[in-house]
């Protein structure tokens, strides 16, 4: 699957599926179906950027701070596949639109749904929080509305803090419209950096166009490290709150706590900022490029005291004015979905042009239509195919040699059984409650049970197998006419095949065509590895059916038997003298013995 491709595959690893849903930079996300028939959503990188160790790193970040996060408001992770050709996430599926979408499709949120929009945020970040996390992208694309709650989504360029930074010294990653001042100068980023970020994207929520602007790159991010958000487009009643949380300097913004609570006190029908004494008795000059306000009890507004430094542009010196992007214009970085319906071309209309925008449909698209026989499920029947051909040829080396294939084969058979009750039941888990770090230590603590339990099965299962062969040595001897050893040799090769398709053989066919699926990732994979076991079957076959099978390092049944039976006639007519030899004493009859 290519960034280019627009065919959904039918399946991957063990998930069927639907439809891709949204593609970004990073890769492309599918509705996917699970084993247990729920929707989810599945997030895979596109090749080259697989092919990329950072982008790895990158999506195991990801699967880490989201696997360390547990808010209802947080999107969580169900599975993850981060080795082998496709690297995967697999999290729940939201069916909702995002934020952006929402906004430029409706208009901005009402005050109820702003209140509610901004304490669930606030919920969210507390737990991101807690959990030692900086989610670093807060934006209104990241953000689902999901029954009117918000589910905050891709930790995509998250890192836990103090973690060892993957960017390189003056790159940044994310949307600048919504980033924090620190960030983009580069400087040390904390957790204040998300209020910030969540600050920006309920300001959009709330009038539709983005804080600081919607010119070009430059002019957005040099408005951002000024601290020059457009605040009188914002309700009265929001404006402290965002004023608080918009500052420039991170250690004038509260916490993601404080930020909860003063978003639980946000009323609309209060529209003052709720200062303190101090803050309202300060008035500051502020001078912007030549032009003087006087901005009584907005000191909080205000960028820091050393921009007012002789450094500072002169009046001549003042940037371009700043012209609006087209409306065409998408943002950097469009890889911004995890879960959810896909969302309009990235733009910020005015609100005449967003009227005349038609949402789109929000249809659930039929599945892709069958393929064609050759390629339909062609990773498990590929696997499939391969382990059929690799059965054929131990069945076969069985025949040339039974004695040490055979007892190869049933200890081949315990120790697939004890990996997949290890294994199968890994995966089971990993599908309900995502993989863990723990996995390692319950496989080794589940070892001795499973081994126990393997050869309780084994104990079971192999006496069937070998009457299986039996009974297939009966029928060639004495049906088919073979000797002794032909027939023996087959019978060898039968009570192999019997341990991987009788009764009690699932759990080690199971386990190769896992072991499969996971090795053949592509359809040419397993067509090459088809060929390879093809042609080493066929050789198996022949000179199983023309050769003289070897017995060692047992010998020859036919002469195994004739001693046998040898031994037994002797040990019998010499018990059967005996005791007529000693009837005819007892009854004085001796003389009459011919073994006296």
């Known amino acids: 699957m290519s960034a280019g491709n627009t065919q959904t595959p039918e399946r991957l690893g063990p998930y069927r599926l639907v439809r891709k849903i949204g593609e970004g930079g990073m890769g492309v996300v599918h509705l996917g179906i699970d084993g247990d028939g729920r929707e989810v959503a599945i997030k895979v990188l596109h ?48 069916p909702g639109r995002t934020l952006e979408e929402t906004v430029l499709s409706d208009g901005p949120l009402g005050a109820r749904e702003l209140i509610r929009l901004a304490q669930g945020l606030c919920q969210a970040l507390v737990a991101i929080h807690a959990a030692d996390v900086i989610h670093r992208d807060f934006k ?33 990653v994310g949307t600048p419209g919504y980033l924090a001042p620190e960030i983009i100068r580069d400087t040390e980023i904390t957790q204040r950096a998300d209020v910030h970020s969540l600050a920006s994207t309920v300001f959009f929520a709330a009038t539709g166009v983005p804080p600081f602007g919607t010119g070009s790159f430059e002019a957005v991010c040099f408005n951002i490290m000024e601290g020059r958000a457009q605040l009188d487009k914002a309700p009265a009643w929001l404006r402290g709150w965002l004023t608080r949380a918009l500052q420039v300097e991170p250690e004038a913004r509260p916490d993601a706590r404080e930020l909860l609570r003063m978003a639980r006190a946000l009323d609309p029908a209060v529209t003052t900022f709720n200062e303190s004494p101090a803050e309202e008795r300060q008035g500051v000059t502020k001078r912007l490029f030549g032009r003087t306000k006087i901005m009584e009890n907005f000191s909080d507004l205000l960028p820091p005291v050393q921009y007012e430094r002789p450094s500072r542009p002169s009046r001549e010196e003042k940037p371009p004015p700043y012209v609006p992007a087209p409306v065409t214009a998408r943002p950097p970085w469009p890889d911004q979905r995890v879960a959810g319906y896909p969302a309009p071309p990235p ?7 967003r009227a005349q925008a038609q949402p789109k449909p929000r249809t659930y698209a039929p599945p892709p239509a069958p393929t ?34 055979s007892a190869i084969a049933i200890v081949l058979a315990l120790v697939l059984r004890v990996g997949e009750n290890l294994f199968g039941d890994m995966v089971q888990r ?3 409650r995502g993989s863990s770090a723990a996995d390692p230590l319950l496989v080794l603590v589940g070892t001795p049970w499973a081994l126990v339990k393997a050869t309780l099965v084994s104990v079971v299962q192999v006496p069937l197998a070998i009457l299986f062969g039996v009974c297939v040595w009966g029928v060639l001897r004495w049906g088919g006419g073979l000797g002794v050893n032909e027939a023996a040799a087959y019978a060898a090769g039968a009570l192999v095949a019997g341990l991987f398709v009788l009764p009690g053989g699932g759990a080690p066919r199971k386990a190769v065509t896992r ?46 038997i004739e001693e046998l ?32």
């Open 47 to 94: 090749p080259h950027v697989a092919a990329d160790l950072k982008a790895r790193d990158r999506l195991t970040r990801e699967v880490e701070t989201m696997r360390r996060v547990r808010s209802p408001h947080v999107a969580e992770v169900l599975d993850a596949e981060l080795v082998g050709g496709q690297p995967y996430v697999v999290t729940r599926f939201a």
């Open 140 to 172: 209104p694309s990241n953000v689902m509305l999901v029954d009117g709650e918000p589910l905050v989504i891709d930790f995509g360029i998250a890192h836990l803090v103090n973690a060892t930074r993957l960017t390189q010294t003056g790159m940044f």
């Open 347 to 353: 733009s910020y209309a005015q609100p005449q042009q």
């Open 372 to 405: 064609p026989s050759g390629e339909r499920k062609r990773y498990l029947v590929g696997s499939q195919f391969v382990a059929l051909l690799a059965l054929v040829t131990l069945v076969a080396l069985a025949v040339m040699m039974p004695v040490m294939v």
């Open 430 to 432: 990993r599908q309900v």
């Open 515 to 560: 072991t499969l699926t996971g090795v053949l990732r592509s359809p040419g994979a397993a067509s090459v590895a088809a060929l390879v076991m093809g042609t080493v079957a066929l050789f198996a076959v022949m000179y199983a059916v023309g050769g003289t099978p070897s017995w060692e390092p047992w010998r020859a049944p036919e002469t195994v």
């Open 565 to 596: 039976t040898t031994r037994a006639q002797d040990s019998a007519t010499g018990l059967i003298t005996g005791l007529v030899d000693d009837l005819m004493r007892e009854l004085g009859l001796g003389f009459l013995s011919p073994w006296s």
